[in-house]
């Protein structure tokens, strides 16, 4: 990921995101390894609050997963139950 450019590439593949989704995965590493709750990321991606009935995290996560670990046998974006999401090398 290049900060500056805001272009990410993934085994030499540039990949397009929105300016959403490269916030979320910037996000998520700035924090890698560490757990990120689906609430922080409300916070920090959309500015707003937490909605327990919004999903709006999980349609992003997923749209960002499809771009960035699609093609590739080892996947960087998991899922914590109950807890959130973690950017990490299997």
Do not use: C, Q
Request: hydrophobic residues 40%; glycine residues 6%.
């Amino acid at each position: 990921i290049d900060l500056l450019s805001r272009e990410v590439a993934r085994g030499g593949r540039k990949i397009e995101l929105s300016p959403r989704e490269f916030s979320l995965l910037e996000y998520l590493l700035r924090n890698a390894g560490r757990a990120v709750p689906r609430t922080a990321i409300l916070s920090r991606v959309y500015d707003y609050a937490f909605d327990p009935r919004t999903n709006v995290v999980d349609v992003l996560v997923s749209r960002l997963r499809e771009k960035v670990d699609r093609d590739h046998e080892k996947k960087l974006i998991h899922t914590l139950r109950g807890v959130g999401y973690v950017l990490r090398d299997a």
